[in-house]
């Protein structure tokens, strides 16, 4: 990795609090981002990624709360920040793709005014220099008639085009840090490729770095330096993207590797992990993944596994690779 780190989470707990008991959602969870790296953050819908992601650019919805941890976004804790600390710093300085375009957009003002209003804070330029600006993003992002654009409301375009409005939100102050969640849900096939390699871009035009969170295991091995594994609301395995999948060691990084499609991608060969994912009010005691692990050991069931160390960075949170088993 990068020796200039970034972003470094370290053991972060962020909780959920609903009528029906507390969602344990993130649950000691350490990652790091280094400068100029693509790092991917995968795993099943609902293990927390998202959760994590709203954690680290402080926007964690109403019912949540950061128990403990601590965030360090180019050597400043975000979690000791004023509010008005945080909005100096989001957009400007790290800024997030939401997986949703219009649930993010607002659908009665038109793109160009939503997209002007992020610069006209962080930059202080007047409104028609921060059209201009807008204009200007636009075209660098292929955005075809980006006056057309500018003037149109969210549901006047299609899903891939809202994501490249949400995209040139999110680049449009040159963050140090774009944090991309699920940036090709929803979209077809030829889309999701366009989108992906909009973003390589902007990365290596911008000399910035990218956390990429998304279940697609194949488009974090096409886009990834590093990965980081996540379940049921904890980091189960961390690697260089090349010996993750040539080399996984966790038993739920094995599963998901095999459920994906085959390598000559010309069948789809789907194996599924036995078993459901847990409910986070009542987490399983131990490591979380051992109800639906085929390996599992009793030590599995009464505590949970650290991450061990194993080689060039290399960590897995399974008692099978301390026996030498894994």
Request: aromatic letters at 6%; a neutral charge; hydrophobic letters at 40%.
């Amino acid at each position: 990795m990068n020796s200039n780190t970034l972003l470094r989470v370290e053991d972060l707990r962020t909780y959920l609090y609903t009528d029906n008991g507390v969602v344990h959602a993130v649950d000691n969870v350490s990652l790091m981002v280094g400068g100029d790296e693509t790092v991917g953050l995968v795993g099943e819908s609902g293990c927390g990624k998202t959760m994590t992601a709203l954690s680290i650019v402080r926007l964690e919805p109403a019912t949540a709360r950061i128990l403990s941890g601590k965030i360090s976004f180019d050597n400043r804790n975000l979690l000791e920040m004023t509010p008005g600390e945080l909005r100096s710093i989001r957009s400007s300085k790290i800024a997030m793709i939401y997986q949703d375009p219009m649930t993010f957009l607002n659908p009665i003002l038109k793109i160009g005014n939503q997209v002007a209003e992020v610069v006209t804070l962080h930059r202080k330029l007047t409104k028609s220099k921060a059209w201009e600006r807008v204009l200007e993003v636009f075209d660098q992002l292929g955005i075809p008639s980006p006056s057309r654009v500018a003037a149109s409301y969210p549901h006047q375009l299609s899903g891939g085009m809202r994501q490249r409005v949400i995209i040139a939100m999110a680049m449009i102050c040159h963050p140090h840090l774009l944090i991309a969640d699920e940036p090709t849900t929803a979209l077809d096939v030829s889309i999701q490729a366009q989108i992906m390699e909009l973003l390589k871009k902007i990365r290596t035009e911008m000399k910035n770095s990218l956390l990429i969170i998304s279940h697609d295991l194949g488009l974090v091995a096409e886009n990834c330096d590093r990965v980081y594994v996540m379940y049921a609301g904890q980091i189960m395995e961390h690697a260089d993207v090349v010996t993750l999948f040539k080399n996984a060691e966790h038993p739920y990084t094995k599963g998901l590797l095999r459920s994906n499609l085959s390598p000559d991608r010309r069948v789809e060969q789907f194996e599924t992990i036995e078993g459901e994912v847990p409910n986070l009010i009542h987490p399983p005691s131990g490591c979380r993944f051992h109800p639906r692990c085929e390996y599992r050991m009793e030590l599995c069931e009464q505590e949970r596994p650290p991450l061990f160390d194993l080689s060039g960075g290399h960590r897995a949170s399974c008692w099978l690779v301390k026996e030498g088993r894994g």
